[in-house]
């Protein structure tokens, strides 16, 4: 289990003001959750993701990750961004096999991993291309690729498909499903698209405007429904999956009254 338990984070401002980001946040994802963050830009989504990644302490409350105290970035965690970090000069695999090669794994063993896991994203015959030669979608395939090579318990994904266009977009959320399926992780996602978190998301928090707390959670079957069937279709134009939209749409945009009904 990954759980957060009341986690607030307060930063200081280099004009030395109080920023409070994040107020007693507490959820749990349990093995092969998928988790998707919603919420108004600013509410601490990243900040969430951040704590869970190890990149920054919290300053009240505790993650802990399978019993173990999260504290520091770790290989139990893969973590995927909007932009690509791909490094221009290597090559997809060498990309891939970065992080494998500085914790020590043998030649062979980083290139029997590198095949497995280009073949699980669709990258098979671009190995030895260059990040300049691929699509962003194709880059963000490489970034994912990358974050499961170390074979994480944990998949932390900011964001990671908002700078693609509309239709690479629904690709890569259907294949991201694939991936989750094949590899059974635990996933924690943001975004801005009340439709790919509901597509996506085993459950869905939505987020309060600063400071960021939950303010409503959904259950959701969406993805095993797409899972099962492939039909994507038929789920995003399904009545249940757009009344659910709209109720989302209307807790983010309609302000305080909306959010104090949702708790
Ligand atoms: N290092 C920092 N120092 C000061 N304030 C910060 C710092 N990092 C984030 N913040 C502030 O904390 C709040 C939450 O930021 P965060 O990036 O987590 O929001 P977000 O929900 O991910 O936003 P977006 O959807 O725009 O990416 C914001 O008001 C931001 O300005």
Redesign the pocket.
């Known amino acids: 289990m990954l759980k957060i338990e009341r986690a607030s984070?307060y930063?200081?401002?280099d004009q030395g003001r109080i920023?409070h980001?994040?107020d007693q946040v507490s959820l749990d994802i349990p093995e092969k959750g998928f988790v998707v963050a919603l919420?108004?830009?600013?509410?601490?989504?990243?900040?969430?993701?951040?704590a869970i990644a190890g990149f920054?302490p919290l300053s009240e409350g505790a993650i802990t990750l399978n019993g173990r105290s999260v504290s520091a970035p770790g290989s139990d965690r893969g973590v995927v961004f909007q932009k690509d970090t791909l490094f221009p000069w290597k090559n997809v695999t060498d990309n891939v096999a970065l992080g494998l090669k500085f914790a020590g794994v043998s030649k062979a063993e980083r290139t029997r991993r590198c095949e497995a896991l280009l073949d699980l994203v669709g990258l098979s015959d671009f190995a030895r291309a260059f990040p300049y030669e691929l699509s962003g979608g194709m880059r963000q395939r490489v970034g994912i690729a990358r974050a499961l090579a170390a074979d994480p318990d944990t998949l932390l994904m900011?964001?990671p498909f908002g700078a693609l266009d509309s239709m690479t977009r629904e690709q890569m959320q259907e294949l991201l499903v694939t991936v989750w399926k094949q590899t059974g992780k635990r996933v924690f996602f943001?975004t801005?698209s009340v439709e790919e978190a509901l597509f996506l998301g085993t459950q869905v928090i939505v987020?309060s405007p600063?400071p960021?707390r939950i303010v409503a959670r959904y259950n959701l079957d969406f993805v095993q429904r797409f899972a099962e069937t492939g039909d994507a279709r038929a789920i995003k134009t399904s009545s249940d999956f757009n009344d659910l939209r709209e109720d989302i749409r209307t807790l983010l945009h309609g302000g305080q009254d909306a959010r104090s009904a949702a708790e």
């Not at 919420?39 to 951040?50: D, E, R, V």
């Open positions: 984070v930063f200081k401002t920023v980001a994040l919420g108004a830009s600013g509410c601490g989504k990243s900040t969430l993701l951040n920054l900011d964001e943001i801005h987020m600063r960021g």
